[in-house]
């Protein structure tokens, strides 16, 4: 089963008079475990269609699956529900809640989005962790830790869900060469140890040359895509 | 619940100074409502039992229209054999009713053989009376105080032994003239000097009944007034509407009313200091529940400001609008806790304190009165949930806005 289908999707913002079609009567198709890269210069649409994806910004036509089912018309609390269990998000700028620690930051969706229990719980954040390489970073306080490891504990929140699908809008855009690579071959390792599907919104070419499949958008059209999944 | 408790304690202790200087505010507010409420409390009680235990009973009865002449002490409206008999046997029968006491109230002169001046006198039973009013033994500051007074003997109120210059076992001289116009006097032994209190009859002296009755060469056994003690202040109302049910349709042969009925609060002008300093309480409050609500309206308002970007994050990762809104709430309610935890200990502290120090205060011309604070754990109760919930509805519009927002636009918020 394909973890994202769009068929005819459009999205228009009204502001007074003025209409702006952001998305316009867009297809594609994305396979689980895919590591895809939605590029494009400013303005093309980019954030548009993760926002939609990401269930945060409803399309105003056309249909949109996400892990099977069609997130068109979810309410506010049905979205935020949908999100939680089965949507991981990485931010440009980390995004990490600075009153928790490391180890809660991770912990949160579970604590307060799923409800797992104690002991379950530490133990899938103890393993989340350890597989972002911060195990033993989990008593700091984001403030105390670098901006590559707060991109590793934003993976790791995203991935802490056992989530089918990460969206990440530049999350290379705040860090240095050397630890965007990182951050990126942490999130090709992930991909591949628990077969999550990556969606990126970038500009970074580092990210856009290690993405399986890229799609090219510009005034809201798909122009093209390169790699497995179809357009 | 715990988690969201959680949270939110550590997103207070995030801006610790604003949480601090916010919880002050709320604590001076719950200091001064507790302060004021157990001092005017304190100081009510402490007069309305001085009246009612030292001079007034709780209520009264008295022939109709004696009460709207009681300046001029009028004898021809006493109430009579059959009339005391009614009021007697309905007193008797009502289980509230602890203790009553028959006065007669007279005015006369007053001579200690070199001066002459006016004197108002109740003339009471000793036994009755102070069985009516306990504390009014407690008044007398010069001379034996058991037993009250016996036959011929006069406690004499403190001005008028100051102005006259008279002492205890002095003998003075009372001349009254009765309800036919003739004048007769008797000689009386001083017993005691009277404390003066505040009200109507503060200042009254007091001589035996039947003292009274020689004086006024009352042939019948005639009573001016019937003083009531209660066997439970709180039970007045429901007395009060069971005496007036009963006396009140008694009608005479003329077919107009026998009797009239009062209590306290209509007989003492205290009452309207009383209902005064309860304005002033609510006055009070209401000050403490703006302060409340502006402080915590503010300071959530400015959290959910400062915090737009993080609660776009927690949205977005799933958090449900319910579970933003109970965060913020539970801000709210935390600060408010918090003040009115810090707010009350101070204050029983306080209230301690000033009963240890025996502060004392000065009232009309009464010296030397004893603050005794106290506060009930009702009020107490009342104002903490007054506050706590003041400050859960003043966070809850922001906690609404909160909830309400846009993930995107909050995400794009800097």
Not at chain 1, 95 to 110: K, R, S
Not at chain 2, 110 to 117: A, G, K, L, P
Not at chain 2, 132 to 137: E, F
Request: aromatic share 6%; glycine share 8%; net charge positive.
């Amino acid at each position: 089963m394909s973890v994202v289908v769009a068929r005819q999707l459009e999205k228009t913002y009204v502001a007074g008079d003025i209409a702006v079609q952001a998305i316009q009567g867009v297809d594609f198709t994305i396979e689980p475990a895919s590591f895809v890269s939605f590029v494009g210069p400013s303005g093309s649409g980019k954030s548009t269609l993760l926002n939609m994806i990401g269930c945060l910004d409803p399309p105003t036509a056309g249909s949109l699956q996400v892990v099977g089912k069609d997130i068109s018309n979810l309410n506010r609390q049905q979205a935020a529900r949908f999100r939680g269990e089965h949507i991981g998000f990485v931010f440009q700028d980390f995004n990490l809640i600075p009153v928790l620690t490391v180890f809660e930051n991770v912990e949160y969706p579970l604590l307060m989005v799923q409800n797992w229990p104690k002991e379950k719980r530490t133990a899938r954040v103890k393993e989340l962790l350890e597989a972002v390489g911060m195990g033993d970073q989990g008593h700091k306080f984001p403030s105390q830790i670098s901006g590559g490891q707060k991109q590793r504990v934003a993976v790791a929140r995203a991935l802490v869900t056992n989530a089918s699908l990460v969206l990440a809008d530049e999350p290379t855009a705040n860090l240095d060469r050397t630890t965007a690579n990182h951050v990126i071959e942490l999130m090709k390792k992930m991909r591949d140890e628990f077969g999550t599907t990556f969606i990126f919104s970038t500009h970074d070419p580092k990210v856009v040359n290690n993405a399986e499949t890229i799609f090219t958008l510009e005034d809201g059209k798909l122009l093209q895509s390169e790699g497995g999944n179809h357009v | 619940m715990f988690n969201i408790f959680k949270l939110a304690l550590r997103n207070l202790r995030r801006y610790l100074r604003r949480t601090l200087l916010t919880s002050t505010l709320i604590t001076l507010g719950v200091v001064a409502v507790l302060l004021f409420v157990s001092i005017s409390g304190s100081f009510k009680s402490m007069m309305i039992g001085q009246i009612t235990d030292s001079m007034l009973g709780h209520l009264q009865v008295h022939r109709k229209g004696y009460l709207a002449s009681i300046d001029s002490l009028p004898l021809d409206r006493n109430m009579k054999g059959k009339q005391i008999q009614v009021v007697k046997e309905t007193l008797e029968e009502n289980k509230n009713v602890a203790a009553y006491s028959m006065r007669i109230k007279l005015g006369a002169m007053f001579s200690n053989y070199t001066e002459t001046t006016n004197i108002r006198l109740n003339a009471v039973n000793p036994e009755q009376e102070l069985k009516t009013v306990p504390m009014l033994a407690d008044r007398i500051i010069k001379g034996k105080k058991e037993g009250l007074l016996a036959k011929g003997e006069i406690l004499v109120p403190e001005l008028i032994a100051k102005g006259m210059n008279v002492k205890i076992n002095d003998s003075i001289v009372l001349v009254a003239t009765n309800k036919d116009g003739s004048v007769n006097g008797q000689p009386f032994v001083v017993r005691g000097i009277l404390e003066g209190i505040s009200g109507p009859g503060g200042r009254d002296g007091i001589i035996h009944i039947d003292d009274a009755r020689t004086l006024l060469r009352m042939e019948d056994k005639e009573v001016s007034e019937i003083a009531i003690r209660l066997a439970d202040i709180q039970a007045m109302d429901n007395v009060f509407a069971g005496l007036k049910n009963k006396l009140g349709p008694l009608k005479n042969k003329m077919d107009k009313p026998v009797f009239e009925v009062h209590t306290w609060e209509k007989l003492s002008p205290f009452f309207n200091i009383a209902r005064m300093i309860d304005l002033m309480t609510l006055f009070i409050k209401i000050m403490l529940v703006a302060i409340v609500l502006v402080s915590i309206m503010n300071v959530m308002i400015m959290a959910v400001y400062e915090r737009i970007n993080e609660i776009g994050t927690i949205a977005a990762i799933g958090t449900t609008p319910n579970k933003i809104l109970s965060l913020f709430v539970m801000e709210g309610f935390l600060l408010g806790l918090l003040g009115t935890l810090i707010g009350v200990i101070i204050s029983l502290v306080a209230i301690v304190t000033m009963n240890i120090s025996q502060i004392s205060f000065d009232f009309g011309r009464q010296k030397g009165l004893l603050l005794s604070p106290t506060i009930g754990a009702t009020e107490v109760i009342t104002i903490s949930v007054i506050v706590i919930g003041i400050a859960v509805l003043a966070s809850l519009q922001p906690a609404w806005k909160a909830a309400r927002m846009d993930p995107i636009t909050a995400l794009r918020h800097v």
